[in-house]
């Protein structure tokens, strides 16, 4: 991954323009391992992105219900 934080809509975005190009037959079979990697690299970045989410998320409703 490079050293740019990838925001959870830009590898989204990107995500979807190598499935697309898979399901297409655009990639070439040398580039597909590569394809994958990143594609891999990408979900990784989703999830974790998702999981630090739902925890602050929990931590404020959380912090609501303290206050009722």
Do not use: F, P, W
Not at 25 to 50: N, T
């Amino acid at each position: 991954m490079s050293a740019k934080k990838i925001t959870y809509k830009d590898a989204i975005e990107e995500l979807e323009d190598i499935v697309h190009g898979i399901e297409n037959e655009d990639i070439d079979v040398d580039d597909l391992a590569k394809k994958v990697e990143r594609a891999s690299k990408l979900l990784k970045v989703c999830s974790d992105k998702l999981k630090k989410t739902e925890e602050e998320v929990d931590q404020v409703i959380k912090q609501l219900n303290e206050k009722e």
